[in-house]
Nanobody
Framework: QVQLVESGGGLVQAGGSLRLSCAAS????????MGWFRQVPGKERDFVAV???????????DYADSVKARFTIFRDNAKNTVYLQMNSLKPDDTAVYYC???????????WGQGTQVTVSS
């Protein structure tokens, strides 16, 4: 059974930065897609970023338009951890951020419990 544990959320002023971490246990996820999503109360969970293995030691990253050029997703396979570096944060980035792993059959198999990010104006 895979477990994902997010950390790094908190309160930050607009324009600031945070780095979220998602540590996986139970299975090595080197070749699995790992993504970040976010959700605000009353709304659906939205895609933020994903990193996918594309062979060898190469990974492909993709981002929601709203975070491109501000957020970076990267992974440390030695630690079985994926990160989301968030820069130039805006109040609209306020949400609970979730980590997900192992995309198959058009859905992610595993989800973390979420970490709150609050950006004050």
């Amino acid at each position: 059974q895979v477990q994902l544990v997010e950390s790094g959320g908190g309160l930050v002023q607009a324009g600031g930065s945070l780095r979220l971490s998602c540590a996986a246990s139970g299975r090595t996820l080197t070749r699995y897609a790992m993504g970040w999503f976010r959700q605000v109360p009353g709304k659906e969970r939205d895609f933020v970023a994903v990193t996918r293995w594309s062979g060898g030691s190469t990974y492909y990253a993709d981002y929601a338009d709203s975070v491109k050029a501000r957020f970076t997703i990267f992974r440390d396979n030695a630690k079985n951890t994926v990160y989301l570096q968030m820069n130039s944060l805006k109040p609209d980035d306020t949400a609970v951020y979730y980590c997900a792993a192992d995309f198959r059959d058009n859905r992610y198999s595993y989800w973390g419990q979420g970490t709150q990010v609050t950006v004050s104006s």
